[in-house]
């Protein structure tokens, strides 16, 4: 069998570089055109793409018919979709022959025997509209982005009359659109089983609850280090790359600092967005001017702070009772993709994100920041206690113009209205109040 173009043993810079496109880049399989055809959209773009696998990959986007190259719609089908690692030689070649090509479908590549998560569960004797709901489990991902679902972290719902597998809900919201459904009586299909997922008011009232589950927070750039205050020159929050000192505990410094010597006696670690893991630096000459340690080289990674119990003791629960809007369809913790349910008790952060209280609690026990948007929670400077118990009070460095209630943000769908306003401490006393995601103070004692 002869190819049509030559056979690579590795990448070229320009693949390369689409294959880093394409896993840094949410996009949305909308539609499938039997095993190797693919429509694809990219988040926040108005135009669609198909891709087709073969001899010779094709794509109808620009890049792919001027370079001759896989671009990085081909590269995310074989990266995301069929799960390819990018060292794989078939990831990276111009086209597959119908053999491999085979092999991709099959999974072959593959370490492990590939498990099909998306395999209709067994219903008999039950009624087509209470099919079960699929458990998350790692390593499952959403059918139209391909990224892992407890990796992203973004709301999730499933399909209630068919197959009950999970899907995020602002893919489903992004699927809905293109197939243009638009009687609020009428069914969205799923995208992997093809039988009715929902109907559309069902689904809009999802995408409406669970963009209140999205704080300002996570719209900030990722180069703010939100609850961050440099033990130096006091600015906040820390912008551009920040550094912690790796012996005294939350003790955090700016680039600026570092930079004019300041803490010197200490090793320090770094890093440049507040979603990285900290990462120690042995030449802090160097470093603020972009040279990478060898410890980095090496994954020199740093341990993060915990949250002291003392001050986790202080962040506010509530308890889920009857009426509470927790309990409205859609709304569930970011960490396990549950929803809430009556009587289970839930944390909120300053960020203003919610969870199940054993889940983020075992969490915060590793990590002093928020697991959604690395926020960081506790700072000496800017926590104050009590002389009766450790009651935390917030400073205006937590409650400053940039975190004021904002327009919340869903992936894939518009900008809701404006969160509800959040009072975290009474300042006037041991009495601390929390206006919940239902409206109403929720209040308890310390």
């Not at 200490?266 to 979603?275: D, Q, Y």
Request: glycine letters at 6%.
């Amino acid at each position: 069998m002869f190819r049509k173009k030559a056979w690579r043993n590795t990448a070229s810079d320009a693949v390369a570089y689409h294959q880093d496109q394409a896993l840094s880049t949410t996009m949305f399989l909308l539609n499938s055109f039997g095993p190797t055809g693919f429509l694809l959209r990219e988040e926040g773009e108005a135009k669609s793409f198909k891709v087709c696998l073969g001899d010779t990959h094709t794509c109808t986007c620009p890049v792919s018919t001027k370079e001759q190259e896989p671009c990085k719609h081909i590269c995310w089908v074989l990266l995301r979709k069929f799960g390819l690692p990018r060292e794989h030689e078939y990831s990276f070649q111009h086209g597959l022959v119908e053999r491999q090509i085979l092999e991709v479908l099959q999974g072959l590549h593959q370490i492990k025997p590939h498990q099909n998560e998306y395999d209709t569960p067994t219903t008999s004797g039950t009624p087509k509209k209470s099919v079960c709901r699929k458990e998350i489990q790692a390593e499952v991902v959403c059918p139209i982005c391909q990224e892992e679902l407890l990796e992203k972290k973004y709301p999730v719902t499933y399909c209630r009359l068919g197959c009950g597998n999970n899907v995020h809900v602002s893919c489903m919201k992004v699927w809905a659109d293109h197939q243009k459904v638009s009687d609020m009586k009428e069914m969205v299909t799923c995208p992997l089983c093809r039988k009715d997922f929902s109907s559309l008011r069902l689904l809009k009232e999802l995408v409406r609850n669970t963009s209140r589950l999205f704080t300002a927070a996570e719209r900030e750039k990722p180069d703010r280090h939100l609850g961050v205050l440099c033990h130096n020159c006091r600015v906040y929050p820390v912008t551009g790359k920040c550094f912690k000192c790796t012996v005294c505990s939350y003790f955090y410094l700016c680039e600026d600092c570092v930079t004019q010597g300041c803490h010197p006696q200490h090793l320090v670690a770094s890093r440049s967005t507040r979603r990285e893991k900290w990462r120690l630096v042995q030449d802090l000459q160097d470093e603020p001017n972009g040279a990478t340690s060898q410890s980095e080289h090496d994954g020199g990674q740093v341990v993060a702070d915990p949250l002291p119990d003392s001050v986790l003791d202080c962040l506010p629960i509530v308890r889920v009772r009857r009426g509470s809007r927790l309990l409205d369809e859609g709304l569930q913790c970011r960490i396990c993709l549950h929803a809430f349910t009556l009587d289970q008790r839930v944390r909120t952060l300053p960020c203003h994100h919610k969870f199940h209280k054993d889940c983020v609690d075992q969490f915060l026990r590793k990590s002093n920041s928020c697991p959604l948007d690395g926020f960081v929670i506790y700072n000496p400077l800017k926590w104050k206690t009590s002389d009766r118990k450790a009651s935390p009070k917030l400073s205006p460095y937590l409650c400053g113009d940039s975190f004021k209630p904002s327009d919340v943000f869903v992936s894939g769908v518009a900008l809701e209205a404006a969160a509800d306003s959040i009072s975290f401490f009474d300042r006037s006393s041991n009495l601390q109040s929390f206006t919940g995601i239902d409206g109403k103070n929720e209040l308890w004692f310390t």
